[in-house]
């Protein structure tokens, strides 16, 4: 059996792989599993309609308690409508991220305010605006 390698090689299967091409293999797969993360990561786009939509979701859900993004997180797998506003978003720090970034906008009829830091991370909650 013989592996091709590109147009110009033609190298036996029990070829020997020197430590130098193996870090260089390993070195290239790191850098590819690296810019798959970063095209599956979700992008930070300003959408005024999502974010009130986001932020009529979330106070419908705690009902004017604080929360923390690990909380919110919690809540979304028990609800869809949560999970849907929420959408790319997965995980407490890109929850965390997306709420740094609302904090303080008025967002369609609400406001989102960090109230305070405890052991877990930042606290939150949503304000109506009149």
Do not use: N
């Not at 999502?50 to 929360?67: K, N, Q, S």
């Not at 999970?83 to 970034?101: K, M, V």
């Not at 369609?108 to 605006?129: H, I, P």
């Amino acid at each position: 059996m013989r592996i091709q390698l590109d147009a110009k090689q033609d190298v036996p299967a029990t070829a020997v792989v020197t430590r130098a091409e193996l870090a260089a293999a390993l070195a290239r797969i790191a850098h590819l599993e690296a810019q798959v993360a970063a095209l599956q990561r979700p992008r930070l786009v300003d959408d005024p309609e999502a974010d009130a939509a986001l932020l009529a979701v979330i106070a419908a859900r705690v009902e004017g308690r604080v929360f923390s993004a690990k909380e919110l997180l919690a809540h979304a797998q028990l609800h869809a409508d949560l999970r849907d506003a929420l959408g790319a978003i997965t995980t407490t720090r890109q929850i965390g991220t997306r709420l740094r970034r609302l904090s303080g906008r008025r967002c369609g009829a609400f406001r989102l305010q960090r109230v305070g830091r405890d052991d877990r991370g930042s606290v939150w909650s949503v304000l109506y605006v009149p």
